[in-house]
């Protein structure tokens, strides 16, 4: 680590995406509240998952990166979280009955409010309007009022979390996440698709697996493992004043950590090194990240590894692919060998969502879940050919019954679209299509 790191450094460094606030001794004020307001995570914590992350690195554990493209200060009630957690849970047990294999669980969630834009502005109703940047920034309603910078809304974006993260605790510790309850994970609205009378018989095996063990004497009751689950935090580190409001050196060993969520990553459009943003993260003892889009070098990448993981440590850096279908055949080979050669023991991690963004014919974002499997499919066999461990996924989904994405098991048609589109940013996989996802990819991590 750079010692003459601090956590307002970036600030001297060019900085992408930040918005303009409108009233600068609002934005002060805010921060400072801010600042004073207690940590959302602790350090041990992110020490914790970067060890499983470094286990992921070894290739003996596997990463399920998932949730909303945006939270949202409208849609906040303790029923969309669990149901968000439910697929979650429902997707991570397919991964480690259907492969054997032990999976961390990383969600987008409790912090995912700032998104970054290709254009500053858009012309909406006949007129242009600042970008929706997320609601910890401004307001998605196409208003000039509700498209101001509004610095306040970082402190709902902080009370949201806490209490986001407070239910997370609570569900996965506190009995829900019990292997035992395997079956009601299953929504009503799921139970009758594809991937949810799959996922049923799974659960009646992984039922039986337990009464076995029960029968031959064993106390299924002290196992912790089995009634608990670890269940992590994550965002994109995007809104810098807000990170660096939240960092706070350990007690413990001086070194200073980012309390907004476990890992943080830095976007597409923020991966500069010599930018604010990598700048920022460089600094962090969390375990961080950074999404890797089709048009980064070899060159690009390595640079990114020497800034974010100069010790070369295991778990500390996730690299994110976001290639789209068709091009990582092209584009990954170079990515993996150099980052290899360089010596540096990251998790590599596929987000088949973001390069497979296209508008459909009624004018709405959206994404084909055959093309997110293609991507998936072929992050695994470019891995694999070159001696990589596929480390992981990194899906934006909702535990809803979304029609959001195109396809899956339980299709959903172009003209379905309309029906139940509710996403504040990206197009989401729903329930059933995320469980769809996880089986395939439980098939492709035992190697069919
Ligand atoms: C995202 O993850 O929502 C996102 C904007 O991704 P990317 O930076 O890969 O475009
Ligand atoms: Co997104």
Known sequence: ????????????????????????????????????????????????????????????????QA????????????????DKLKVILQMAVVLTYGAGVPVVKL????????????????????????????????????TLAGRTPDPTRMLTAYHQSASTLNLLRAFTKGGFADLSQVHTWNQQFVAGSPGGQHYDALAAEIDRALRFMRACGINLGGEASLQQVDFWTSHEGLILSYEEAMTRRDSLTGDWYDTSAHLVWVGERTRHPGGAHVDFLSGLSNPVAAKIGPDATPADV???????DPDRTPGRLTLITRLGAGRAPAILPGLLAAVRDAGH?????????????????????????????AEIREFFAVCRAA???????????????????????????????????????????????????????ADLLRGH
């Open 1 to 64: 680590m750079d010692r003459s790191w601090t956590p307002s450094r970036w600030r001297d460094l060019p900085a992408e995406q930040q918005p303009e606030w409108p009233d600068p001794h609002v934005l002060d004020q805010t921060l400072k509240s801010l600042s004073a307001l207690p940590p959302l995570v602790f350090a041990g914590e992110a020490r914790s998952l970067q060890r499983a992350l470094a286990e992921v690195a070894a290739g003996e554990a596997f990463l399920l």
């Open 67 to 82: 949730g909303d493209c945006a939270e949202s200060f409208h849609d906040f009630t303790a029923d969309s979280i669990r």
């Open 107 to 142: 969600g987008r969630i409790a912090g995912q409010f700032a998104k970054p834009r290709s254009s500053a502005t858009e012309f909406v109703d006949g007129q242009w309007l600042p970008s929706f940047r997320g609601h910890v920034v401004n307001d998605d309603e196409p």
């Open 302 to 308: 390595v640079g990114l590894c020497a800034a974010l």
């Open 345 to 373: 023991p990251v998790v590599w991690a596929c987000d088949p969502m973001h390069g497979n963004t296209f508008t459909g014919q009624g004018g709405r974002k959206t994404r084909h879940f055959d093309h997110v499997l």
């Open 387 to 441: 001696g990589a461990w596929p480390g992981g996924v990194h899906v934006e989904l909702t535990g809803d019954n979304v029609t959001e994405c195109l396809g899956g098991a339980d299709e959903v048609l172009e003209n379905q679209l309309e029906l139940r589109y509710t996403t504040t940013c990206d197009p989401r996989l729903n329930a059933s299509q995320s469980l769809d996802l996880a089986f395939h990819v």
